[in-house]
């Protein structure tokens, strides 16, 4: 958890870094090939709020398998931040909205579902809370997280059943 702004921005005690770096240097880690890299950032990235939109309910196909390709330098990366760039992160007395219902969805779901579905039922449960902040402004906004994969096989927490 920490501050952050538009263009990428965190801020630490002392300074402030792009989020890249981060995951960057995780990248010439040749012990880490093929192993996912998980990273949840908690926080801003930037000043706008979401008021939320009517359900549109669109049905799809599932996508088709592929053949394995040799892994990129950039493969197996699963990123997510609280909210879309240029908006803001809420929290509860209880704590931030991601961690919270990130924890929540592990405890229920981790011996049975691949971190996608987790984090797909991630964001249904932020996406129906509300702010409630005493400045008036940001009360009863919305947030949904935002989730950048590149994992090339689908992740479990625990070893599934067969």
Known sequence: MTHGENGGWLHAKDFQYKEEEIWRSFEEVPSLTGKPKIFLFQCCRGDKVDYGEPLNVLS????????DPPLPKNADFFVVHSAPIGYESWKSPDGAWLIQDFCTQLEKNAAKKDLAKIMTLVANSMSKRLSNAENEKKSLKKQVPVTTSTLTKLMYFCKQNQ
């Open 60 to 67: 799809c196909h599932p996508p088709t398998k592929m053949k």
